[in-house]
């Protein structure tokens, strides 16, 4: 079972700059894919961006592209959305979620992901 914790959430004015942090609790983190979506308040939850088990491969939603960026961590055990250039239609409550796959794929299927993190609360204000 793994446990992953997101933290790094708050209040930011629009145009300002967030990292988000994700502590995986698997000693075989490096065999999961990772991933983060977002869900706002009336809308279902969407994907934001998903990078590989090895952090090679990376993808973004339109919406974030060239604003956001995931990376995975030196500990091995932690994965981060740093965002820039925020928007007050970035304002979510923010999921890391994990799946495990081959080495170097990587999922940006919801369904698809095994576990999930409580969430952390974004708010952009304009």
């Known amino acids: 079972q793994v446990q992953l914790v997101e933290s790094g959430g708050g209040l930011v004015e629009a145009g300002g700059s967030l990292r988000l942090s994700c502590a995986a609790s698997?000693?075989?983190?490096?065999?999961?894919?990772m991933g983060w979506f977002r869900q706002a308040p009336g809308k279902e939850r969407e994907f934001v961006a998903a990078i590989s088990t090895h952090g090679v491969g990376k993808y973004y939603a339109d919406s974030v592209r060239g604003r956001f960026t995931i990376s995975r961590g030196d500990a091995r055990n932690t994965v981060f959305l740093q965002m820039i250039s925020l928007k007050p239609e970035d304002t979510a409550v923010y999921y890391c979620?994990?799946?495990?796959?081959?080495?170097?794929?990587?999922?940006?299927?919801?369904?698809?992901?095994?576990?999930w993190g409580q969430g952390t609360q974004v708010t952009v204000s304009s």
């Open positions: 979620a994990a799946v495990s796959l081959a080495v170097e794929d990587m999922c940006l299927m919801e369904p698809l992901y095994d576990y």
């Open positions: 698997e000693r075989t983190y490096n065999n999961y894919a």
